[in-house]
């Protein structure tokens, strides 16, 4: 058997032409321009790296960003204070303070300072908090795990009472995204560091999100034949072949995995674009409830 390769790069590219679309007639009919802030503090690599596609991919659908690039020393306060700004300003409609932060910050006191109408990453403790409630909703829904279920429905993939396995606990990806698959009506294990025999749990899911962030954790024979295979991993692993000396893997044993799974996502080009994807499509819908639209 082998795996439907669910590709992330096609299906956010659709969305994101959707959004140009949408921003558009934003633009046309009310003359408005949604507006994204997306603040780096420090100069990680990987974090400069993620902040840059996100500005270009705001460039090409049509939404304004609002750059901010902080030094490493930058301090709580200061930080809290430009978040405040933000707040205040009527042009920008989503606010992003890319993680981590330097360890002198506490990222909580600042996710905490975002207005929660302007918290298009959904890390508010109040977005959070209404994610895990039934009956409640937040204003926005974390990227990456909403990015996972936008590829799962996309692919015609059911959720409704199926078991879903979710490898992590991260605030970012693990919790969040096991919260929206019990709210889809899946039936949810977390896996996480600390757990006896993850293995056997693995094995009966029909729906497994990996976002462990350890390279290749997952093999073929931890997968139920025809699983839903979802990785969120991107490890780099050295690789003298490539100019880079390195190259990006997935939490999953792609090359086993894909002999099992009914469907798997490859890295890079699967979760990575969806996650950008779902980042204007939460700014645009941000901007249109403040329209009113
Ligand atoms: N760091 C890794 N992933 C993310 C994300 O989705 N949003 C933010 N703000 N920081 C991140």
Wanted: aromatic share 2%; net charge neutral; hydrophobic share 40%.
């Amino acid at each position: 058997m082998s795996a439907k390769i669910i590709d992330g790069k096609a299906i956010a590219q659709t969305i994101r032409s959707e959004i140009a679309d949408e921003v558009r007639l934003l633009s046309q009919n009310h003359a408005k321009v949604p507006g994204l802030a997306v603040v780096i503090v420090g100069n990680r690599k990987d974090s400069q790296s993620y902040v840059n596609m996100k500005r270009k991919a705001c460039a090409e659908v049509g939404i304004k960003s609002f750059d901010i690039d902080l030094p490493e020393q930058v301090s709580e306060p200061e930080l809290i204070a430009k978040v405040h700004e933000l707040n205040a300003n009527p042009e920008v409609h989503g606010i992003l303070v890319q993680l981590p932060l330097p360890k002198h910050i506490n990222e909580e006191n600042v996710l905490s300072e975002i207005s929660i109408e302007k918290d298009v990453d959904g890390f508010h403790p109040l977005n959070i908090g209404k994610l895990a409630m039934k009956g409640r909703d937040p204003l926005f829904q974390p990227c990456t795990p909403k990015g996972c279920l936008e590829l799962l429905s996309r692919s015609g993939i059911s959720i409704k009472g199926k078991k879903a396995v979710v490898v992590g606990r991260s605030n970012i990806v693990g919790l969040p995204v096991s919260l929206l698959l019990l709210k889809a009506d899946a039936t949810i294990s977390i896996v996480h560091s600390r757990t006896t025999d993850p293995e056997s749990i693995i094995r009966e899911a029909d729906i497994v999100i990996a976002a462990a962030g350890q390279a290749m954790m997952i093999k073929g024979d931890w997968i139920k034949p025809g699983a839903a295979v979802i990785d969120v991993g991107t490890n780099a692993v050295d690789d003298p072949s490539k100019k880079s000396g390195y190259r990006l893997v997935g939490d999953v044993d792609f090359h086993e995995v894909s002999k099992v799974a009914g469907w798997i996502t490859p890295v890079p080009g699967g979760v990575g674009p969806m996650t950008v994807a779902m980042l204007l499509r939460n700014t645009l819908d941000g901007a249109k409830r403040v329209i009113g639209q």
